[in-house]
């Protein structure tokens, strides 16, 4: 008999309870450890979602012998720092996206992992979701004809009650870009391959981060990606891939579980349902089961060249935004 | 009793024909001659939409003193020189967009409209329709707050069947920038003034001539345009700008006759109906009419400076995308 695969998660904020709530539902993880800075924190925590160890530092847990994974949920400046840790200590990783803050840190992650014989993947859930996944099919199968045109944002409004906030915080790696924008980049990157080239623009706000960020994409074969996200604006969070024979329509809040459309070139509407099953985290941390239970390095869903090229796409777009995180560019 | 306003029409294309249409609703206008290359042509267009007199030459018609105001619409590369040669016979001029190819070339065809005393406009239909009159009174009046985001696009599946077809022929102007994307790029500087900056981003066909051309506005206080413009997709047409306060959606096809919707900041929607008449042609004509009547050589509605920011705007626009119209560059 096989035994479970230990998941150990660092921080407790949004993303930590959203794996937390979606590690039950995947077969082969336990719920084994949870770490804060704040023992307090970390004991409701464990409690609450019912974790068997709760530590009062990421050390601690990082050296239970019985963690399997390490699930990075810590804000993006520690990802890098953090994601280290874990390696050297002979853990394998999910770590949060951002991966981390550069390029040059991504490949020192990658670097390590591959050197230390452990898992390494950056933990961008949406690749794992079935629609997600079907659109990628449908796309690869020439149903659409040749791709012209994508269309995707994630524009959600948060007030800057609290500049300290680590979305507005460039310390903490804020701004829309690195927490919200990456997301359509991504779209962009895992349906039509990179790029020939892009432009990109963005507004920068009083803390110094970007309030919004957009860019346009261009491929060979004249298609064009638009890209833009904002945390200033509510929009629908759409996404949309234009080809030659049809177009596939994303619900809103294509990120996230849910449905697709195909319009035909006829203008006639086909929906394509799929079964809404928790909050979606779970398909990526059963890739983390799968790939630590076969011995795998990397997935070849998220795999590290696709990492490297995401934060890559991000970095020139950073350089032609002028978005600069102190300390780590 | 005032007399009509005489319209001459140079051209029998498809926007002439949509004039043609429209002139009838335009109480002080009369449909008096229209002009083509080919008598012929031109007999049966007079017919068809009941001209007074049908001329086989620009030149013809451009001389016949009983024409009040020429409407140009002929294909883009000859709006300037038709203009110029309206104006210096001292006629009023009414030329389809885009106004010119560069801004140099509309400089001349204002500065000589200005010595000569005769009105010239740039025929943006769009400016002067009901729902876009009714959504830049909305914005201006801070009904939406601060504006953050304004999207809007024109994509239309235009197969290159013939690339000596006006729409594909850089020497005709082509390309979906001076065609198609000019309508968002116009509603972007219409409702938000000029950005502090912008980048754009094209992808260019067989015959030289960009196939799409998408572009991020930035303004003060971080609010961005996102502007896309395509032969090669369908896509909505849409238009939505987003407030602080609220949302403006514009109906598909947002830069023609249709209904405004407004989503408050708790998500509740109001229907704004706009009653639709004719084409829409008609708003800009009886502009024309009431200027003329009024001894304006300008509109305030779509001034001269409007239009030299739109100009000014797609030249750099087309420099970032490495548009280039021999012969007028």
Chains 1, 2 share one sequence.
Not at 40 to 68: C, M, T, W
Not at 132 to 153: K, P, T
Request: glycine share 8%; hydrophobic share 45%.
């Amino acid at each position: 008999m096989r035994s479970d695969i230990r998941f150990g998660i660092l921080g407790t904020g949004g993303i930590a309870t959203k794996m937390s709530e979606a590690l039950p539902l995947v077969e082969g993880a336990t719920m084994y450890a949870v770490a804060s800075r704040s023992q307090q924190q970390a004991d409701a925590f464990a409690v609450r979602h019912g974790f068997e160890k709760a530590y009062g530092s990421y050390e601690a847990l990082i050296n239970d012998p019985h963690v399997d994974v390490v699930y990075i949920a810590t804000p993006h400046n520690l990802h890098f720092s953090n994601t280290m840790m874990c390696i050297d200590a002979g853990k394998h990783v999910l770590c949060e996206k951002p991966f981390a803050v550069n390029a040059r840190e991504v490949h020192q992650m990658i670097d390590r992992a591959r050197d230390k014989g452990v898992f390494l993947m950056e933990a961008m859930w949406s690749r794992f979701l079935p629609h997600i996944i079907h659109a990628h099919e449908i796309v690869q199968s020439g149903q659409l004809g040749d791709i012209r045109l994508l269309v995707a944002d994630f524009c959600i409004h948060r007030p800057m009650t609290n500049p300290k906030d680590r979305k507005f915080n460039p310390e903490l790696i804020g701004g829309a870009l690195m927490d919200i924008g990456i997301y359509p980049m991504f779209l962009a990157e895992f349906m039509l391959g990179s790029p020939l080239d892009q432009v990109a623009m963005a507004g920068l706000g009083v803390t110094g981060v970007d309030m919004n960020c957009s860019a346009v994409f261009q491929y060979p074969g004249q298609a064009q990606a638009v890209l833009y996200s904002s945390f200033l604006a509510e929009s629908g969070t759409r996404a949309a891939i234009y080809g030659e024979k049809g177009t596939l329509l994303f619900d809103d809040f294509w990120f996230m579980p849910g449905n697709l459309r195909f319009v035909d070139a006829q203008g006639k509407e086909t929906s394509i349902p799929f079964e809404k099953i928790g909050n979606g985290y779970q398909y990526e941390a059963a890739e983390v089961v799968r790939c630590i239970r076969t011995g795998l390095q990397q997935s070849e869903f998220m795999s590290w060249a696709d990492s490297i090229r995401l934060i890559e796409r991000l970095d020139a777009i950073r350089h032609q935004c002028g978005i600069v995180f102190p300390g780590h560019d």
